[in-house]
């Protein structure tokens, strides 16, 4: 990674710490008050989302999802000590086996999905981060996926307070490896995603099927929290069929 690169990310960092984080921790706080709680999340990069539901709840069970291989072994390394935190180098989608990983010159923004060469909004952020958009992808390579549909088979009998999905455009994909049969009631209270409004891949016009796909299950939208910085937010979904 190059120098520009990371004083960027640092930028972003300091920026999510002041202007995101906290509107999140306060949804958090005021909707998860047990003693202790578990959560799925999936697109785990650096940690960021592991450090922000220890802040809320130091005994917090979580089992992250990381396909970009050193981050996995960053994330392993970081967190080995920890018996309430399981790493697993694996992608998420609506298939089991293996798709095509693109890692990005900024690793937050690594992605399945394939790049919109003709996308104005990719062109200016290549320029931010000092590249061309044809070299804004440094690697690729292919990653084992999963449903998380059997995940959860896997794991019977056990409740998830949130499911945090940051994907990069793969969103609706992970959703359909999600939902099985439509009257089964998941043991997931809230589904937390990140929503882009840019068109940098060309799958990301993909906000109504999602929408679509989530209040099909039960899910209803009960908070929307955007960023700092960008075109984009968290929209937070609530299970209306557990309770």
Not at 61 to 76: V, W
Not at 120 to 132: F, I, N, T
Not at 148 to 164: I, R
Not at 216 to 236: L, M, R
């Amino acid at each position: 990674m190059g120098l520009r690169t990371s004083i960027i990310q640092k930028l972003i960092h300091i920026n999510e710490a002041i202007f995101f984080y906290p509107k999140l921790k306060k949804f958090y706080k005021e909707n998860l008050k047990k003693e202790n709680i578990s959560i799925l999340d999936v697109g785990a990069n650096k940690g960021q989302s592991i450090e922000f539901f220890l802040k809320i709840n130091p005994q917090a069970i979580i089992n992250s999802f990381e396909p970009n291989k050193k981050l996995f072994i960053l994330l392993q390394n970081k967190y080995k000590t920890s018996t309430n935190i399981t790493i697993h180098n694996l992608g998420l989608s609506s298939i089991k086996g293996e798709l095509l990983f693109h890692e990005n010159v900024m690793d937050e923004t690594s992605t399945f999905e394939e790049l919109n060469l003709d996308s104005k909004y990719l062109e200016k952020k290549a320029k931010v981060l000092g590249v061309s958009k044809e070299n804004i992808i440094v690697a690729n390579y292919k990653v084992n996926v999963i449903r998380l549909a059997d995940f959860l088979k896997e794991n019977q009998n056990k409740d998830y307070d949130v499911l945090k999905i940051d994907v990069e455009g793969h969103e609706l994909q992970c959703l359909q490896g999600l939902f099985g049969e439509e009257n089964s009631v998941l043991p997931i209270r809230y589904i937390q995603l990140e929503s882009h409004y840019d068109d940098m891949y060309l799958s990301n016009n993909q906000h109504q099927d999602i929408e679509t796909i989530l209040n099909k299950n039960g899910f209803e939208q009960v908070a929307k929290i955007k960023h700092g910085f960008g075109d984009f937010a968290e929209i937070i979904y609530e299970n209306k069929k557990s309770k």
